[in-house]
């Protein structure tokens, strides 16, 4: 069945469930399990009037520190479900983007994502990572609510 299993995760209580659920099968089907965490690359934007100065390192320091304590938290959830999990932290303008191609040079066979289920208006305004993931991936996907 799946070999490898790729989960997505922010570190919000739905991703979370997310991440129990991709343990659960890899543990349940003898997958590598992988915990992929996706952050924007430095952008400089500046106002005359209202300039923030942050150096593009200190801002590579501050998004690695912040994968990093997702993915340990993710990698730590795994292992004591006596599953272990690959940590990837990924950059890319758009999350679901780095979520595939993670996914893609990992050789990850199954991609597991959490969504929140917002329709309407609100899907619409604030989109959605995961409905943006089944619509470009190849690889087969499973949304978990």
């Known amino acids: 069945m799946y070999k490898h299993i790729i989960v997505a995760t922010d570190g919000s209580d739905v991703a979370s469930q997310a991440l129990k659920h991709a343990i659960d099968l890899a543990k349940e089907i003898g997958a590598k399990l992988s915990a992929v965490t996706v952050t924007e690359p430095f952008e400089m934007i500046a106002f005359a009037e209202q300039a923030a100065v942050i150096s593009p390192t200190d801002y590579k320091n501050s998004t ?64 959605s990572q995961a409905v943006k993931l089944l619509t470009h991936t190849k690889i087969p996907a499973l949304v978990v609510r």
């Open 64 to 127: 690695a520190e912040y994968a990093k304590k997702i993915l340990g938290a993710a990698a730590s959830t795994a292992k004591a479900a006596g599953v272990e999990c690959a940590t990837i932290h990924a950059e890319n303008r758009y999350p679901y983007q780095g979520i595939i191609d993670a996914a893609e040079v990992n050789g990850a066979d199954l991609i597991v994502i959490g969504s929140h289920g917002r329709s309407g208006i609100e899907g619409l305004l604030l989109g």
